[in-house]
């Protein structure tokens, strides 16, 4: 049975319905207390970072309160990426951290994502103990008013993870004679993310640095990467780098204007690293992974396996294996060595410290040939559609269709009222085929 309130990726939704109040934060803040605050005998500290919506305006006092209620006390931190705020977490050893986002989705969205004191995102096993909690109609959650948790607003949140990233590299390391198209989504990485790269000398050529709490993700960011192709041209850089909402994705783009997703990117550093003799273990994919992938990495006798989608099940299958790569190719990669969940502006710094050397963005990264694939999202009113008779009856007909050709996936997003169909082969008429026949079903 799935979680009530976690998704893939924590809870998310649109702001004043459903999950999304003022009212379920407080209840959220009050059960994450509730439950951290016997984990650790010191003192209960939760940190809280959020991206630029205008909703995180309302939320977060909500969120801060409830912590508060539950005996939490509370930092919070302004804009900052995800992986800065796991990393802050561990740093500070606070009992939790709480990331207030709904990372690439438009400004109308927000939600939670919740790690533990390791700086990891929380296990399902944890999200539905937290749930009970939530629900619960026990006022004993609420702490006597002695015991009430203190609030304080840090203010060098991103200057202390810009110093955590940048230990990773060599002090001489520098992007001098390099030019950059960086695209921050005007989410959570508007501030980190140029002040890094024009710290070790690159020239930065800056979009999305201006959030006004409706323009995140607004035709701009890693889903929208035809702002960093455009640019690449008019300013003749040498690479452009897209991030997301939250700044947990990375979608890149090489000199010649050609976009590169996670999965090229997976793959260079795979085989780097392999050669650098940093790899361990092997590469963790997801089932929406290309196929070529794969099979680059089986030639490079690299061990790769699959998760469900979402970094948290990529993470945890890394730590089950013992491997320290793994990601997505929406862009979500996480570098174990590094890292507890993906950072776009992590993996852009691992990538152009490898291109230092002058090396051509377009010899690096495009390391394999994909399998053509297609991908479709349906929004629907019901997610549940596709366990209907008549669902299910098309993606057996589709499925026989595609046998022996190529690779079908649907599955219903775990962040919007979305059903994704993904199919791959190299014959194009049998992919829009079994994807119209899904369409059928489904409309």
């Keep these: 049975m799935g979680n009530k309130y976690f998704g893939t990726d924590g809870i998310r939704g649109t702001v004043n319905q459903a999950n999304i109040t003022g009212e379920k934060f407080f209840k959220f803040g009050l059960a994450s207390a509730t439950y951290f605050k016997n984990q650790k005998k010191n003192k209960q500290v939760a940190i809280i970072a959020k991206d630029t919506r205008l909703s995180g305006y309302t939320l977060e006092p909500a969120l801060v309160s409830g912590l508060a209620s539950g005996g939490m006390?509370?930092?919070?931190?302004?804009?900052?990426?995800?992986?800065?705020?796991?990393?802050?977490?561990?740093?500070?050893?606070?009992?939790?951290?709480?990331?207030?986002?709904a990372s690439h989705n438009a400004f109308y969205d927000n939600g939670l994502k919740l790690f533990g004191p390791d700086g990891m995102k929380l296990s399902n096993k944890i999200e539905k103990k937290i749930e009970k909690l939530i629900d619960a109609k026990n006022k004993n959650q609420l702490t006597n008013p002695k015991l009430l948790g203190r609030v304080k607003r840090l203010e060098d949140a991103n200057d202390k993870y810009i110093k955590i990233l940048t230990k990773n590299f060599p002090k001489n390391f520098n992007l001098k004679g390099m030019k950059i198209v960086l695209d921050c989504a005007n989410g959570a990485g508007y501030k980190a993310g140029p002040k890094l790269l024009k710290s070790l000398g690159a020239k930065v050529v800056s979009i999305g640095t201006k959030p006004n709490g409706f323009n995140i993700n607004d035709k701009c960011g890693s889903t929208y990467p035809l702002r960093i192709q455009q640019n690449i041209k008019k300013y003749k850089a040498h690479v452009g780098i897209s991030l997301d909402g939250d700044a947990d994705r990375i979608i890149m783009c090489d000199e010649k204007g050609k976009i590169i997703n996670g999965d090229q990117i997976i793959a260079m550093l795979a085989k780097r690293w392999k050669n650098k003799k940093i790899l361990r273990g092997g590469v963790v994919g997801t089932l929406m992974s290309n196929y070529g992938l794969e099979n680059f990495l089986r030639k490079e006798k690299i061990s790769f396996v699959r998760s469900k989608v979402g970094d948290k099940y990529v993470k945890e299958k890394m730590k089950k294996l013992n491997f320290n790569l793994g990601g997505e190719q929406s862009g979500h990669i996480i570098l174990g060595k590094f890292a507890t969940t993906g950072d776009g502006i992590m993996v852009a710094l691992e990538v152009l410290f490898a291109l230092r050397k002058r090396k051509k963005a377009s010899e690096l990264l495009n390391v394999f040939k994909p399998l053509?694939?297609?991908?479709?999202?349906?929004?629907?009113?019901?997610?549940?559609?596709?366990?209907?008779?008549?669902?299910?009856?098309?993606?057996?007909?589709?499925?026989?269709?595609?046998?022996?050709?190529?690779?079908?996936?649907?599955?219903?997003?775990?962040?919007?009222?979305?059903?994704?169909?993904?199919?791959?082969?190299?014959?194009?008429?049998?992919?829009?085929?079994?994807?119209?026949?899904?369409?059928?079903?489904?409309?």
């Design 73 to 101: 006390n509370v930092f919070t931190l302004g804009p900052l990426p995800t992986n800065g705020l796991a990393m802050l977490t561990k740093l500070m050893k606070a009992n939790m951290g709480i990331m207030i986002t």
């Design 372 to 443: 053509p694939q297609a991908l479709e999202n349906i929004v629907v009113s019901d997610k549940n559609i596709i366990n209907s008779h008549k669902c299910k009856k098309a993606i057996k007909k589709a499925s026989n269709i595609i046998k022996n050709y190529g690779r079908l996936l649907i599955r219903k997003s775990g962040t919007e009222p979305i059903i994704r169909v993904m199919v791959e082969s190299h014959d194009k008429k049998l992919v829009l085929k079994c994807i119209k026949i899904i369409k059928k079903s489904i409309k």
